[in-house]
């Protein structure tokens, strides 16, 4: 019995106004020939440029690239299992919850469904408000909850905030996110490669070159020559990889069996690997000290 | 053509006329209540004395019900409490899980494909000393068919292993805080929370979208209006789509439909605007029996499932805070625009901090858009405080009170989730009306059964399911409950012009009672007979349904 690979789907998480949709839209525009299917809460708020759209209904809009867009109203897990049926099924699904959802919750459940798998949870900030609305007399706590439920956390909006306020705002979420990579964004354009699965399955160096050029954004190849444990492995990689923001890749254990490591922030998955992997970890890490500080910049002070 | 109908009493709920011997029908409307004598001024007259020996009351109005009932009775029933079937059947009780067992057994018996699903419902474990049911017990009754029961709650499923099978759960390494695991690491065949529920309960054959009412169930929901004397009802969350719509104007419209039903347009799956927009649309299609155009606004989860949204101190067992199903910027479009378009809202809170967010919501919407007799209306609401209270009825606005939510599930918030104090002062009916508040009371249907008078009865003795009175202070007199599930409830759905009391030019909607409400002692109210009812002048006795 051969069993298809689960497709991956990623959370994205945040309170109004954080971006979520602009994301998106970014990802649909950078899908790349990938059938991406995005599940909304409703379409109302979704503006996808009309020229993408190829048919619409009530409950699906067919987009350009075998990419599809759907509401899920209440019924999450529903929609989700319907995604199962879509032929051929999409490459990956993101899913914008909504802005009072708490996201690691709905990754829990997903995590249940047979032929899925959570790729991670993305949760976005907007940079001008989130310090604020952190303290709100009734949000508070649910935007908490959704910060530290991140396995990478995109800080929008940083164009419209001072320097002063940026750092007093990356220091304050430093605390509360922990290990958790922070990238710093504008219209919440992220490297879609830092979001989507795209390696191949057979990695090298080439692999590493080609979507991962963004200027803070470094990305390497690690040869694995000997057996490891894959779980204390992957912690590792974590663990010594400041600003690891993803990394996928095959090793040998001890008793000589291939695992596949996906690496979404602090996220680790282990799989069985497929047939003919060979040893070989990417990673693409965020490095704090380049994000928007250009050379320029650096010494006119 | 006029009938006039003899009664033994006829309660008329009509402050200048509040008793009558009786009452004058035509065309479907009241032309007055008074003595014979008095009615004889309409002109010629059929005299009805099929109800000579009986009670006329207004028609019972329940303002928070879900038509799903009528559905949920396809499905096998093993609640704790005897119930009644659309038929009239009373299911006995399952006392413990032993009688569930053999419940399903039952239900198995009669299924001839052994690979068939077999749903139930109201399972309640908090009577069997908090005994869980396991995979392993529903395994007794097959190895074969998936098998589900749904809690009484709603919140919780229990599945057999064929079940989780199907799901592929029957594995160990699950993570999950909405599936317990056994000693052997394999799930328990417990489901907690929608989430978690719904890859299984499609399995169990569970409809995948169950609060959706289909045509039968619709049907079904009527035949319990008839039984528990109700001729107007809420289907209080609903999507509506067209097909829907359509498929109720033309089955309430039937000359044997038997009441009026009032579905909510929930907010769910469509920004405030398209809310606003599609309620609008709805209002244009109302008629008589289908009274269309109204938004339930769901703003917390339950108390019971931890996901209301309380104040400090929180959670009396610690639990962390419950969970919001709106935002405050959309709540507060939502209810802004409906003020200014003129459109009624209804809002579920159970969570004090939720009903505080609808009324700051409420507060600074009527600041710009005065609207001097809005009747939005707090459903639920059951841990609003008196300070609260106080600034409902400032901001004219309604409180439909959960009354057998205290029976069936006090003396869990007592111990469990809110603790002493505030589980007494829970569906607080004598502070609402102390401070001018109107106040309805519901069932919420199907969570607990529909039938105002044991509603009626709840409100008045606020005896938990253990026997204890919990708040002595906040039971409310007969009279006060028996307004409460007529005028009240038709009051906030500005319906008491129309419905809610027997006075001339309002619809000929009654209830039929062999006891006299106002007479019976208050702890037998639940035990008042209904013989059916009349609406719309048609007479619909239950023992013909």
């Known amino acids: ?301 | 053509m006029t009938t006039i109908f003899s009664a033994r009493k006829i309660i008329t709920m009509n402050p200048s006329r509040p008793e009558a011997t009786h009452v004058a029908v035509r065309d479907g409307r009241i032309l007055g209540s008074g003595s014979l004598q008095e009615l004889e001024g309409w002109g010629e007259y059929t005299l009805d004395e099929t109800f000579k020996d009986k009670i006329i009351m207004p028609g019972l109005v329940e303002g928070h019900s879900h038509a799903m009932e009528g559905t949920l009775w396809k499905y096998t029933y093993v609640g704790f409490f005897d119930r009644m079937d659309p038929h009239g059947k009373v299911w006995a009780g399952a006392k413990d899980i032993e009688a569930v067992i053999g419940r399903l057994e039952e239900a198995d018996a009669l299924i001839e494909d052994e690979d068939a699903p077999l749903p139930a419902w109201s399972l309640d474990p908090i009577y069997f000393n908090n005994e869980r049911v396991t995979r392993e017990d529903l395994d007794r009754v097959s190895t074969t068919r998936p098998i589900g029961i749904m809690h009484a709650s709603g919140h919780i499923l229990n599945v057999n292993s064929k079940a989780l099978e199907l799901a592929g759960l029957l594995k160990t390494g699950i993570n999950n805080p909405g599936v317990p695991l056994g000693r052997d690491g394999l799930p328990t065949g417990e489901l907690k929370g929608p989430d978690v529920m719904t890859p299984v309960g499609i399995h169990v054959g569970f409809d995948r979208d169950m609060l959706a009412c289909d045509e039968q169930g619709i049907i079904d929901f009527a035949k319990l209006c008839v039984r528990s004397g109700v001729t107007t009802a809420t289907d209080l969350a609903a999507r509506l789509p067209d097909d829907a719509v359509n498929m109720m104007l033309e089955v309430t419209a039937r000359k044997n439909f038997p009441a009026r039903i009032v579905p909510l347009r929930f907010h769910h799956g469509v920004t405030p605007d398209e809310l606003i927009d599609h309620a609008q649309k709805l209002k244009t299609q109302s008629t008589d029996r289908l009274r269309l155009g109204m938004i339930k606004v769901v703003v917390d989860g339950s108390i019971q499932g931890f996901s209301a949204r309380i104040k400090w101190p929180g959670y009396h067992n610690g639990a962390p805070n419950g969970l919001w199903y709106i935002s405050p910027e959309h709540l507060r479009h939502i209810i802004n625009a409906s003020l200014e378009k003129n459109l009624h809202i209804h809002t579920h809170t159970n969570g004090d901090e939720a009903t505080e967010l609808v009324l700051d919501c409420m507060e600074e919407g009527l600041l710009k858009h005065p609207a001097p007799d809005h009747r939005f209306t707090l459903q639920h609401c059951q841990l609003a405080d008196s300070a609260q209270y106080r600034r409902m009825a400032k901001l004219g606005m309604c409180v439909n009170l959960f009354a057998n939510h205290h029976f069936y599930w006090g003396d869990e918030h007592y111990k469990l989730t809110v603790g002493p104090e505030r589980a007494t002062r829970m569906n607080a009916c004598a502070t609402a009306l102390e401070n001018g508040v109107p106040m309805a009371i519901h069932s919420d249907a199907p969570i607990t059964p529909l039938g105002p008078l044991f509603t009626a009865w709840c409100a008045v003795n606020r005896l938990t399911a253990s026997g204890r009175t919990q708040g002595e202070e906040e039971k409310i007199d007969i009279d006060e409950a028996l307004y409460a599930i007529t005028l009240g409830a038709a009051y906030t759905l500005k319906l008491d012009g129309e419905i809610g009391s027997i006075e001339t030019g309002k619809r000929a909607d009654f209830a039929i009672l062999e006891d006299d409400p106002e007479e019976v002692d208050p702890s037998k109210l639940k035990d008042v007979r209904v013989w059916g009812t009349v609406q719309d002048g048609r007479l619909f006795p239950a023992a013909a349904l």
């Open chain 1, 1 to 301: 019995m051969t069993e298809a690979e689960p497709t991956p789907i990623t959370v994205i998480g945040g309170y109004l106004g954080c971006g979520k949709t602009t994301l998106v839209n970014h990802l649909l525009r950078h899908a790349d020939g990938k059938r991406l299917a995005i599940l909304v809460n409703e379409f109302g708020e979704l503006q996808i440029d009309a020229d993408l759209i190829e048919a619409q209904d009530d409950e699906v809009i067919s987009l350009g690239g075998g990419c599809v867009c759907c509401s899920y109203g209440n019924d999450l897990i529903t929609a989700i299992l319907d995604m199962e049926k879509m032929d051929p099924r999409p490459d990956h699904i993101i899913l914008e919850a909504s802005g009072v959802a708490l996201p690691a919750a709905i990754a829990s459940s997903l995590s249940l469904l047979n032929g899925f798998s959570v790729d991670g949870i993305v949760v976005l900030a907007d940079a001008e408000t989130i310090r604020q609305r952190s303290t709100d007399k009734y949000m508070s706590d649910t935007i908490l909850r959704q910060l530290e439920s991140a396995d990478i956390l995109l800080l929008n909006k940083i164009d419209l905030i001072s320097d002063p306020e940026r750092k007093t705002t990356l220091g304050w979420l430093a605390e509360i996110m922990g290990k958790t990579p922070i990238i710093e964004t504008q219209k919440s354009a992220v490297p879609p490669a830092i979001l989507l699965r795209d390696f191949g399955r057979h990695l090298d160096s080439e692999s590493v070159a080609a979507p991962h050029q963004a200027e803070n954004f470094q990305s390497s190849f690690m040869a694995v020559d000997v057996p490891v444990d894959p779980t204390e492995f992957a912690e590792s990689l974590i663990a010594n990889n400041r600003g690891l923001v993803r990394a996928k890749g095959f090793v040998k254990s001890h008793d000589g069996s291939m695992h596949t490591i996906q690496i979404v922030g602090t996220r680790v998955e282990i799989t069985h690997a497929p047939d003919g992997a060979k040893p070989g970890v990417v990673t693409i890490s965020v490095g704090p000290q380049k994000i928007s500080v250009t050379e320029g910049h650096d010494k006119s002070g």
